[in-house]
């Protein structure tokens, strides 16, 4: 199986990523699995915080992807997938059997290659040109690992704030803004790189084009909404939220700080007036 590094992308401590967060011991498989499929700066975080504070939803945190795996592989002394998913059931299954678990794309498929890597032959193919039966290889991971799984799919309108929102992030470091929690020195300046910013658009098509054929092959209706819906009104789909996964609970205050400021605005107000311009003829 594949060993487990660090890497230099690594994202800043989290708190709820620390073992004071974990529960009690977990033994055996949980009961249900809450699956928090999406892609990054979609508000994720913000529904995962709500999802985990109102109590019995598990504590949906992205456990497979590179940013926060080393950091678990190292603490419960797990160096591979398998190793690693008996730990994160062991430690992150709540008292009431549920474990929370967020997904971005790049996991699902990481995991199934780690079990098979003849499907590496699938990497970067658009959604539209994979045949089905890849989803069905990939939906017996799923099985495999999340059992009785409830899938909540959150996506983003705005693609292009979402994909501003990502390249300040990698930039400067500031993944969240949690006052207490966080360190929110003032960032260093971003490079605007508008063909990046068009490739992390695509990538997020992409990404939920996967999500979407993988749902259809596992017959199987998320609930679907997205970060604007969220933002807008967060009470209320919150509230939704919980009553589909079976909590009464109510929503809380969230913690976390909105990160869109002036600096965003500004690239991207700079994109949408670059890319009006006409381009200039060379002959």
């Known amino acids: 199986m594949t060993q487990i590094s660090d890497r230099a992308s690594a994202v800043a401590p989290y708190d709820l990523a620390s073992a004071a967060h974990d529960y009690p011991d977990w033994d055996g498989p949980p009961l249900r699995t809450v699956l928090l499929c999406t892609h990054p700066r979609s508000g994720s975080t913000l529904l995962g915080e709500a999802l985990y504070f109102a109590g019995g939803l598990g504590c949906p945190l992205e456990y497979f992807h590179a940013g926060f795996r080393p950091s678990f592989a190292r603490r419960w002394d797990a160096p591979d997938f398998d190793s690693l998913s008996a730990a994160i059931r062991r430690h992150r299954t709540a008292p009431d059997g549920t474990l929370g678990v967020k997904l971005f ?110 749902f259809a092959a596992m017959a199987v209706r998320p609930l679907s909404l997205t970060y604007e819906a969220l933002t807008a009104d967060y009470a209320a789909t919150v509230c939704a939220v919980l009553r589909h996964l079976g909590s009464d609970a109510e929503p809380q205050t969230p913690r976390m700080r909105r990160q869109a400021d002036g600096a965003s605005e500004a690239m991207v107000l700079r994109y949408l007036r670059e890319r009006a311009m006409p381009v200039r003829s060379t002959g």
């Not at 539209?128 to 409830?150: E, K, M, T, W």
């Open 105 to 214: 794309w790049r996991d699902i498929e990481e995991i199934a290659r780690d079990a098979d890597p003849e499907l590496e032959r699938f990497a970067n193919v658009p959604p539209s040109d994979v045949p089905a039966d890849y989803y069905g290889v990939l939906a017996g991971h799923v099985a495999r690992l999340f059992p009785n799984p409830a899938f909540v799919h959150l996506w983003r309108e705005d693609k292009l704030r979402q994909a501003v929102s990502a390249v300040l992030a990698i930039e400067t470091g500031r993944w969240r803004s949690i006052p207490g929690a966080t360190q929110d020195d003032a960032p260093a300046a971003a490079p605007f790189d508008i063909e990046r910013i068009e490739r992390i658009m695509s990538y997020s098509d992409f990404c939920h084009g996967h999500f979407r054929n993988l």
